[in-house]
């Protein structure tokens, strides 16, 4: 392996821009501040969102969460997600999914407020990026891959890359980002027939299906410089791994990000880029309201 690409490094490069972004933005009477909806106690989830609470306070912006019991009912949970929709103090929200199974039938991605849509899951974020703008919000994980690609110097146009899963939290806006930045996608999911055909292939791998140890050195073709990006976080025998078995790989690949400390906290990364990106949007139309 030539390259171990880590998050740390990069974040602590760009957040001071990220903070001065923030306190510019405070200055101007709109501090960021991020609402979050929690409903359960899972401590791995809840681990998570403490860790966004951390990286709000690195940028010096505000962060309130509300955690909500499992067993609550929807008319109640609906309520708290317009509160935060119409809280003017809150700039940035999202409900942490997954969702408790008896809010199976309710698409809560399609209830925020587009504007403070901090994950881009809303379909007017995903119509932007869908027509080529990419301007705008961009989902938190597809975000951070390229922000990590880029920072990197690998180069994406003209590549042949395969993404492995296509939720619409990663692998679909993946695709459509890629694709716009000029590169060959090919989109695998659990019904493709023979994933090694694919993925021996690629220039670049991207798996996000949640399979531990899915991808092993029988996937690859060493001599092609193949470069892993593993999306996935998974609890396996009380240990984090990814989708990919880093030991079977790491030998046989030109880069890799490891699990965790690579995707992971680029995606609490971009969700901070997010929340700027969604304060400076909504003092922007308050400033243009009150012309
Ligand atoms: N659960 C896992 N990833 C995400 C994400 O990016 N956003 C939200 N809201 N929930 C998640």
Redesign the pocket.
């Known amino acids: 392996m030539e390259r171990l690409l880590r998050a740390k490094t990069l974040i602590d490069d760009k957040i001071l821009y990220l903070k001065q972004k923030s306190q510019a933005l405070s200055k101007q009477g709109l501090k960021p501040h991020l609402g979050v909806i929690l409903v359960g106690n899972n401590p791995a989830t809840l681990s998570y969102i403490k860790n966004k609470e951390k990286f709000c306070s690195r940028i010096e912006a505000d962060f309130s969460l509300i955690n909500l019991p499992e067993d609550i009912e929807k008319e109640k949970f609906l309520e708290h997600i317009q509160r935060l929709n119409e809280d003017h103090s809150v700039t940035g929200c999202?409900?942490?999914?997954?969702l408790p199974n008896h809010f199976n039938d309710l698409d809560v991605t399609q209830m925020i407020n587009p504007l403070k849509d901090v994950?881009g899951?809303h379909l007017k974020t995903i119509e932007k990026i869908y027509q080529g703008d990419l301007t705008g919000i961009i989902?938190?994980?597809p975000k951070g891959i390229i922000t990590l690609l880029e920072a990197n110097n690998i180069q994406i146009k003209g590549m042949d890359i395969v993404i492995i899963g296509r939720s619409y939290?990663v692998g679909k806006p993946l695709s459509l980002l890629l694709e716009r930045k000029n590169a060959t996608v090919t989109l695998c999911h659990s019904h493709t027939k023979d994933i090694k055909k694919y993925t021996s292939q690629a220039d670049i791998i991207i798996s996000a299906v949640g399979i531990p140890l899915l991808i092993t050195k029988e996937h690859l073709n060493p001599q092609n410089n193949q470069i892993i990006i593993d999306v996935g976080i998974n609890r396996y025998n009380n240990k984090l791994v990814g989708d990919v078995d880093f030991e079977s790989v790491k030998d046989h690949v030109k880069a890799i990000t490891p699990v965790p400390g690579g995707v992971g906290p680029m995606?609490v990364f971009s969700l901070m880029e997010n929340l700027i990106l969604t304060t400076t949007n909504i003092l922007n139309n308050q400033n243009k309201g009150s012309l």
Request: charged share 10%; aromatic share 16%.
């Open positions: 999202f409900v942490q999914l997954p994950d899951f989902p938190c994980t939290i995606t």
